[in-house]
T-cell receptor, first 116, second 113 residues
Framework: GAVVSQHPSRVICKSGTSVKIECRSL??????MFWYRQFPKQSLMLMAT?????????EQGVEKDKFLINHASLTLSTLTVTSAHPEDSSFYIC????????????FGPGTRLTVL | SQKIEQNSEALNIQEGKTATLTCNYT??????LQWYRQDPGRGPVFLLL?????KEKRKERLKVTFDTTLKQSLFHITASQPADSATYLC????????????FGTGTRLKVLA
């Protein structure tokens, strides 16, 4: 199946710093990528939908100035958590679709962010 | 209000039996529904997709049903094995003409040897 990678897998940072997470589709071109956040024992919460070359669409309650998403190519999307705070600590997961529409998402392995 | 509910309690079953997981939703009209498997600390892995005009879908030991009247999907694993132990998530898609997905909270399945 299609492979999606995320980097880094874990990051620990100090409060107030910014963290960038990369999501890459390794063997296919992703027209759409999604970014999710998952707290312990909870479900995946969609943060934003990203289409290559256009601005991301953020879900209600997600601050676009805090969570910057860039989808510059068909194989790479980045999520930058700006001025991170302890409450931003979570598991961030991206997914990619090779074709917009009714088809499965391929998920990355996730990035565990801990903000001290 | 809109809700997606999966069995919140963990499901323990004996190896070889059929596991049945439930996904109920309220005030959504999904055009399709997907099931994913998630292991601890990992991203979800796609298992099956079923559309609103399909009643049942099968893949090897997996079977999914979709009842849009009851607003429910059932996910079955036959001849379950300890390796099937994981959290299973349902996801609603095709909501209001969008391509985004809304996930349930998941059910943790443990298959006992």
């Amino acid at each position: 199946g299609a492979v999606v990678s995320q980097h880094p897998s874990r990051v620990i940072c100090k409060s107030g710093t910014s963290v960038k997470i990369e999501c890459r589709s390794l063997d296919f071109q992703a027209t759409t990528m999604f970014w999710y956040r998952q707290f312990p024992k909870q479900s995946l919460m969609l943060m934003a939908t990203s289409n290559e070359g256009s601005k991301a669409t953020y879900e209600q309650g997600v601050e676009k100035d805090k969570f910057l998403i860039n989808h510059a190519s068909l194989t790479l999307s980045t999520l930058t958590v700006t001025s991170a705070h302890p409450e931003d600590s979570s598991f961030y997961i991206c997914s990619a679709q090779w074709r917009t529409g009714v088809n499965e998402q391929f998920f990355g392995p996730g990035t565990r962010l801990t903000v001290l | 209000s809109q809700k997606i509910e999966q069995n919140s309690e963990a499901l323990n079953i004996q190896e070889g039996k059929t596991a049945t997981l439930t996904c109920n939703y309220t005030n959504y009209s999904p055009a399709y529904l997907q099931w994913y498997r998630q292991d601890p600390g990992r991203g979800p892995v796609f298992l099956l997709l079923i559309r609103e005009n399909e009643k049942e879908k099968r893949k090897e030991r997996l079977k999914v049903t979709f009842d849009t009247t009851l607003k429910q999907s059932l996910f079955h694993i036959t001849a379950s094995q300890p390796a099937d132990s994981a959290t299973y998530l349902c996801a609603l898609g095709g909501l209001s003409g969008t391509y985004k997905y809304i996930f349930g909270t998941g059910t943790r399945l443990k298959v006992l040897a």
